[in-house]
């Protein structure tokens, strides 16, 4: 029968970095993974790669944010509609800011009805919001 220690040594775990799918720091960053760089792509990022580039953004990723495409949580964002009211209006690719642009300027129906469906929900979450703080 082996001797076993009479003490215990602590375990000190390794030191290593948390790392991310290219897809999790993507949307971290708020940008569409297939428009980011292949060595972006095919990587792991850590997190204080990640942390460096949101200090300081690389001119793709600058590009990226100002000009698109953009994923449907940020093209939802920039029109005021949910994501599913991009759905519900046809819109399932990405879009470019220009493209963004020309929806806001000459907005069609279903953008209008969606903002609206939009602006009721937020309504509503407020007022919840505002009992739950009247109770606690």
């Known amino acids: 029968m082996p001797d076993r220690p009479t003490t215990l040594e602590p375990?000190?775990?390794?030191?290593?970095?948390?790392?991310m799918k290219p897809a999790t720091a993507a949307k971290k960053l708020g940008v569409y993974l297939p428009a980011t760089p292949p060595e972006f792509q095919e990587g792991t990022i850590t997190r204080a790669q990640l942390?460096?580039?949101?200090?300081?953004?690389p001119e793709w990723l600058a590009d990226l944010r100002r000009n698109g495409p953009h994923p449907r949580p940020v093209v939802a964002g920039r029109l005021g509609v949910?994501?599913?009211?991009?759905?519900?209006?046809?819109?399932?690719?990405?879009?470019?800011?220009?493209e963004i642009d020309a929806l806001r300027q000459d907005p069609p129906a279903w953008l209008a009805t969606e903002r609206e469906v939009q602006k009721k929900v937020r309504a509503e979450e407020e007022r919840l919001a505002a009992a739950r703080a009247k109770k606690g």
């Open 82 to 98: 949910s994501i599913s009211g991009l759905t519900r209006g046809g819109l399932t690719e990405p879009l470019t800011t220009e």
């Open 11 to 19: 375990m000190t775990p390794k030191q290593s970095a948390q790392t």
């Open 51 to 57: 942390e460096e580039l949101e200090k300081n953004p």
